[in-house]
């Protein structure tokens, strides 16, 4: 797995197959140590970490509204 420390993507094109499968890998790190079912602050750009949210719903926020910029794990 790519180094999740490494932002680079977060520069990338949301439509780009890029984007979506550093996204993936993001989700599989937040929610690595979370049991089914489990939410995590969404650290999409309108979520912005307040709401909880399951691996789903943070997959499609990423995807649509994009990451928090500052957002550090």
């Known amino acids: 797995m790519d180094n999740p420390r490494?932002?680079?993507?977060?520069?990338?094109?949301?439509?780009s197959k890029e984007y979506s499968?550093?996204?993936?890998?993001?989700i599989n790190?937040?929610?690595?140590?979370?049991?089914?079912?489990?939410n995590i602050p969404?650290?999409?750009t309108k979520c912005v970490l307040v709401h909880q949210v399951n691996r789903a719903t943070t997959y499609d926020h990423l995807i649509c509204d994009g990451i928090l910029l500052s957002y550090d794990t």
């Not at 499968?21 to 993001?26: A, E, L, M, Q």
């Not at 790190?29 to 489990?38: I, L, T």
Request: hydrophobic letters at 25%.
């Open 6 to 15: 490494n932002k680079q993507w977060m520069y990338c094109d949301q439509l």
């Open 21 to 26: 499968d550093r996204v993936k890998n993001f």
């Open 29 to 38: 790190h937040a929610f690595y140590s979370k049991q089914e079912g489990e």
């Open 42 to 44: 969404c650290p999409c």
